[in-house]
């Protein structure tokens, strides 16, 4: 059983870890060339040949509130990602942004730049692309959560909320004029 994290934009962080835990790839995919659709479906191609019959796989969800053209871009890297795993029945769990940084750090709210050294100090892993140690978080997101009727007691707190919100998300509700 291999464990996948895949951080998805123009710069997608890929990391494989076996079933032990250990890094088996860690690579930042950036496609062919400058120009799209040619860079875009390149990077997801490179993405997916990585990727076997099942793998335990979880994907960062999208930071619905930001805005602009390279967030544009994004959107349509994860979501060609999310095809490309759906085209060949790859099931994959989602972590959201916060979920990340709190599984990762002990708090949702962390920024990209102090999010290093509580990765180097708990798992002993770091690499010098912010992708792909988010790709590692979310990697080891998908190890305990297909394995948390065995793992799930030893995670610290910060961990334990994680796996259960993505477990059993919080309900969300409509609001509704006049209520």
Same mark, same amino acid.
């Not at 250990?22 to 062919?32: C, P, R, S």
């Not at 400058?34 to 997916?48: A, E, S």
């Not at 040949?49 to 793998?55: E, F, V």
């Not at 959201?96 to 100090?121: D, Y």
């Given at each position: /059983?291999? #464990? @996948?994290?895949?951080?998805?934009?123009?710069?997608?962080?890929?990391? *494989?870890?076996? +079933?032990?835990?250990?890094? @088996?790839?860690?690579?930042?995919?950036?496609?062919?060339?400058?120009?799209?659709?040619?860079?875009?479906?390149?990077?997801?191609?490179?993405?997916? %040949?990585? &990727?076997?019959?099942?793998?335990? &796989?979880? &994907?960062?969800?999208? !930071?619905?509130? !930001?805005?602009?053209?390279? /967030? !544009?871009?994004? #959107?349509?890297?994860?979501?060609?990602?999310?095809?490309?795993?759906? $085209?060949?029945? #790859? +099931?994959? &769990?989602?972590?959201?942004?916060?979920?990340?940084? %709190?599984?990762?750090?002990?708090?949702?709210?962390?920024?990209?730049?102090? /999010?290093?050294?509580?990765?180097?100090?708990?798992?002993?892993?770091?690499?010098?692309?912010?992708? *792909?140690?988010? $790709?590692?978080?979310?990697?080891?997101? $998908?190890? !305990? #959560?297909?394995?948390?009727?065995?793992?799930?007691? +030893?995670?610290?707190?910060?961990?334990?909320?994680?796996? +259960?919100?993505? @477990?059993?998300?919080?309900?969300?509700? %409509?609001?509704?004029?006049?209520?």
């Amino acid at each position: /059983m291999r #464990y @996948v994290g895949i951080d998805p934009s123009t710069r997608t962080g890929l990391v *494989i870890l076996d +079933e032990d835990g250990q890094v @088996v790839v860690q690579k930042e995919i950036t496609g062919v060339g400058k120009v799209d659709p040619k860079r875009m479906g390149t990077l997801v191609q490179d993405l997916v %040949k990585h &990727i076997k019959a099942g793998d335990k &796989i979880a &994907i960062e969800g999208f !930071s619905y509130g !930001s805005q602009g053209n390279a /967030m !544009s871009l994004q #959107y349509g890297v994860g979501f060609a990602i999310r095809i490309a795993l759906w $085209a060949r029945k #790859y +099931e994959y &769990i989602e972590a959201s942004p916060g979920q990340l940084k %709190k599984f990762g750090t002990g708090k949702g709210n962390t920024p990209k730049k102090q /999010m290093t050294k509580p990765i180097r100090e708990h798992w002993g892993f770091s690499s010098s692309s912010d992708n *792909i140690v988010d $790709a590692f978080v979310l990697a080891q997101i $998908a190890k !305990s #959560y297909h394995n948390r009727s065995q793992e799930v007691a +030893e995670l610290p707190k910060h961990q334990q909320e994680v796996i +259960e919100a993505i @477990v059993n998300p919080p309900s969300r509700q %409509k609001a509704t004029a006049g209520a």
